[in-house]
């Protein structure tokens, strides 16, 4: 009776240690997935020299490569973090109709009416 006992002890903690460490094996694996592969967003936007396509994360560099000079740019720090606004004026001359937003140097998001 005492061993039958041990044994179902045995068997009950083996049998909970294999669920925590399949959990703990199962979370790792797809957190670490994650950090291996982001998603990437594409932006395809319609500015001046045609149809061009962006994605979020690139620098300020590629993006002038592509889109061009802005026609009008704003600059804000907050605490570590720089902000800058680029505006193109594509349809309209007197206000900007397309707005290209960068933190700290990399694409952010792109706005277009």
Not at 16 to 43: C, D, H, W
């Amino acid at each position: 009776m005492q061993k039958t006992l041990k044994i179902l002890i045995y068997f009950i903690i083996g049998f909970f240690a294999l669920m925590i460490i399949s959990f703990i094996v199962l979370n790792f694996m797809g957190t670490r997935n994650k950090k291996l592969a982001p998603e990437v967003q594409y932006i395809e936007i319609n500015e001046k020299k045609g149809n061009v396509m962006l994605h979020v994360g690139m620098i300020k560099d590629s993006v002038q490569i592509l889109v061009g000079k802005p026609d009008e740019v704003d600059l804000s720090s907050v605490g570590n973090y720089t902000y800058e606004n680029w505006g193109y004026k594509i349809k309209n001359n007197s206000v900007s109709d397309l707005n290209i937003d960068f933190e700290n140097g990399k694409l952010k998001g792109v706005r277009q009416h």
